[in-house]
């Protein structure tokens, strides 16, 4: 059975700091991997998608790597701001084995906090 | 940009009582799915639906748990007789039918509280 495991489970930095978000899976059979931003009591933000033949994604100032045969990927987010402070989800999405179909399986996610 | 959408934002009810969660998916999306997220605890997958009905669900989506896609544009999430361990974040999520590596969009959640 899959299981996506993020460390830290809580993160403080001062603002301007580069940081690693970090997420592990057990089993390498996966579709792709979503990072998500979730702010208090709100939605799922997608971030990036990595597909499983992809190393790497990048928007502004987040990268995420994937290592899909070690079961890790990692949300590198530069010059950290007050504004990035939320929770980040790490989601694989595996396949259904009865049909077409895949589903996520979520982390409990890495709580940031920017400190101005 | 297109977003999916959910109502209510957040919904009160007595224990025993049918709840309808609504969802209104992005507009040229085919595969549609509801998750729930209990307080502090991991997001979960209750059921993905394709093509007018369910292709997969989870232990948690028992016989007290149904989905319908009454229209062209709703996708609901109904819990015929709610318990007070419902109370959760409902996520509606929607992708595209183009590959099976697709990416989920969520909407912001509705959250249930179960008294």
């Known amino acids: 059975k899959q299981e996506v495991t993020q460390i830290p489970a809580a993160l403080s930095v001062p603002e301007g700091e580069n940081l690693v978000l970090n997420c592990s899976f057990t089993?390498?059979?996966?579709?792709?991997l979503q990072w998500f931003r979730q702010d208090p009591g709100k939605g799922l933000t997608s971030l990036l998608l990595i597909q499983s033949s992809q190393r790497e994604q990048t928007s502004g100032r987040l990268n995420a790597s994937l290592d899909k045969s070690s079961g890790r990927s990692t949300l590198y987010i530069a010059a950290s701001q007050p504004g990035d402070s939320a929770t980040y989800l790490c989601a694989v999405r595996i396949p259904n084995y009865g049909g077409s179909q895949g589903n996520l399986i979520f982390g409990k996610g890495t709580k940031l906090s920017v400190k101005p | 940009e297109p977003e999916v959408t959910q109502t209510p934002s957040h919904q009160v009810t007595q224990m025993g009582q049918e709840v309808i969660l609504r969802c209104v998916p992005i507009s040229n999306h085919l595969y549609f799915y509801w998750y729930r997220q209990i307080l502090g605890q991991k997001v979960e997958f209750l059921v993905s639906?394709?093509?007018?009905?369910?292709?997969?669900k989870s232990e948690i989506f028992d016989d007290q748990f149904s989905v319908e896609r009454p229209d062209g544009s709703n996708f609901t999430l109904k819990i015929r007789s709610t318990k007070l361990e419902d109370s959760a974040m409902y996520f509606c999520?929607?992708?595209?039918?183009?590959?099976?590596?697709?990416?989920?969009?969520f909407g912001e959640g509705s959250r249930l509280t179960v008294l």
């Open positions: 999520a929607s992708r595209t039918g183009i590959s099976n590596t697709g990416e989920l969009f």
């Open positions: 639906f394709y093509n007018n009905e369910i292709s997969e």
């Open positions: 089993d390498s059979a996966i579709y792709n």
